[in-house]
Every structure is written in structure tokens, then in C-alpha cells.
């Protein structure tokens, strides 16, 4: 299975940032070369585990919940963006971003420490994906200056999730990767395993 760790916003701050998508949907040049991400899959990736033997689950998923009860609930928004050269945009995160990244950084070593090997480790990077280049790159300056003025409402993160991630049938234009919650784990909450199955 193809999974990662994940922080979901909550509908009401994806329909906000919707909003805001549509209107960089409509600048000149929009449609040319970028795939744009949909609502549905909208998240903050902690931690990317790629393939990961279905042997190794059960142990991934008793350290993601130790990593998620060690973390207190804490605020986060939507605010800003960026992008990563001219291969994908993203929209950025404030509030208590230090709380994001322990989590993150507690998720990776949960993996490490599962048997789940990673091929590279980046400085982790709050972002949520909005579009990505279907070329070599793609000028996202434009989508970057429009949402330097954006500010999401804020919201209490109180769960941690193992995410599957099935990546879309070769050939199929526009097909999005479809994303899955295995389990969700809730921050600063005592022991007791996940909510939902995983399997």
C-alpha cells in the first residue's frame, strides 16, 4: 500500500480555499500545462512512507498513535503560498507551525522506527498542494503574488491520519490520485487505538 501521514483541514476551511482556487483558475494562462488539485484531497503530508508491506501496518500504526497522543491539539490556517521551482503550487500554513512540524518530524521517526524505509529526508515544509506543472515547469508567479494576501480561518488540528494514496490509471487525462483515511488518531487523546479500520 502507498500511504503517508497526514492533517486534514476541516470543509469549511477547504470551501474557503476553494473559493480563493477558482479565482487563480481564471487568470490568463491557468489551463495551460497545470493539473490543478481537487478539493477532496486537499492535506498537509507529515510524512510520505511510499510502498509499504501490509506486514509493517499494524507497527507503523501503534507509533503514529504514541506520536499523535505525545502532541496536544494546537491552531492552524491557511495563509499565503509558494511554489517549488516550476514543478508545483502550494498554499501555506500559520499559527503554530512549530507544533505541525514536531508532529511531522514524530510521524517520520514513527515510520523509521516501523521498518518503513525512506528513500530521501527534506527539512519538512508546511504546504498544501494546489496544482502541479505538467511540463518541465510552469510559470506559477501570477497564483503566487494572488495569494499573498490570503488568510484562512483558523482551526483547531486534533487528529493525526494514515492516509492510502491510490495514484490515477496511466492514460486517463484529468484523473486525480484518490486518497483514503486508514485511521485517524486524535492529538493529546489517551490510549485506545485508532478510529476507523485500517486494512
Known amino acids: 500500500m502507498r500511504l503517508f501521514a497526514a492533517v486534514l483541514p476541516p470543509e469549511d476551511v477547504t470551501v474557503e480555499l476553494g473559493a480563493v482556487v ?90 523509521r522506527r516501523a521498518g518503513v524505509t525512506r528513500e530521501e529526508h527534506r527539512a519538512y515544509r508546511a504546504h498544501l498542494t494546489l496544482a502541479r506543472s505538467n511540463r518541465e515547469s510552469a510559470d506559477f508567479t501570477p497564483y503566487v503574488s494572488a495569494l499573498d494576501g490570503f488568510e484562512g480561518r483558523a482551526w483547531t488540528v486534533g487528529e493525526l491520519c494514515l492516509m492510502r494514496s491510490r495514484l490515477p490509471v496511466s492514460g486517463v487525462p484529468g484523473e486525480q490520485p484518490r486518497y483514503e483515511v486508514l485511521a485517524r488518531w486524535p492529538l493529546g487523546g489517551p490510549p485506545g487505538g485508532p478510529r476507523g479500520g485500517v486494512g
Open 22 to 111: 477558482d479565482g487563480l483558475r481564471r487568470l490568463p494562462g491557468a489551463g495551460d500545462g497545470v493539473r490543478w488539485t481537487t478539493r477532496p484531497g486537499w492535506h498537509f503530508t507529515l510524512a510520505f512512507y511510499g510502498e509499504v508491506d501490509d506486514g509493517l501496518v499494524p507497527e507503523l500504526s501503534v507509533r503514529l498513535e504514541r506520536s499523535a497522543r505525545r502532541t496536544d491539539p494546537f491552531s492552524l490556517s491557511l495563509r499565503g503560498g509558494g511554489r517549488f521551482g516550476g514543478r508545483a503550487l502550494w498554499a501555506g500554513a500559520a499559527g503554530d507551525v512549530r507544533t505541525l512540524r514536531l508532529l511531522a518530524d514524530r510521524a517520520v521517526a514513527a515510520g
